[in-house]
């Protein structure tokens, strides 16, 4: 079964950075694209990076782009998203997701992680 386990999350102050990271097992993680999303209570689930299986192309959402930075270590089958400048509108619940598609769209991505909250107070 894919499994993908978020960590790195946590309660961190407006200005401040945190790495997020992801570890896959029990598939092809190599093969896959990866994404990061966000989401919180009410809204829907949102794009914030995505990477494909190489690591040669990356997509960032306009809100992130220019503090976040997503990659990727094959060889040990994690993924991460590094983010500076946090601002409170930042604040959400972070998944990893994998799919076969590099894409921006939450429908591309077949299997998620369970998330990881991120909180950035003012």
């Known amino acids: 079964q894919e499994r993908l386990v978020e960590s790195g999350g946590g309660l961190v102050h407006a200005g401040d950075s945190l790495r997020l990271s992801c570890q896959a097992s029990?598939?092809?993680?190599?093969?896959?694209?990866m994404g990061w999303f966000r989401q919180v209570p009410g809204k829907e689930r949102e794009f914030v990076a995505a990477i494909s299986w190489s690591g040669s192309a990356t997509v960032y959402a306009e809100s992130v782009q220019g503090r976040a930075t997503i990659s990727r270590d094959n060889n040990k089958n994690t993924a991460s998203l590094e983010m500076n400048s946090l601002k409170p509108e930042d604040t959400a619940v972070y998944f990893c997701?994998?799919?076969?598609?590099?894409?921006?769209?939450?429908?591309?991505?077949?299997?998620w992680g369970q998330g990881t909250q991120v909180t950035v107070s003012s």
């Open positions: 997701a994998a799919g076969r598609r590099f894409a921006r769209a939450i429908g591309e991505y077949t299997f």
């Open positions: 029990g598939g092809s993680f190599s093969n896959r694209a």
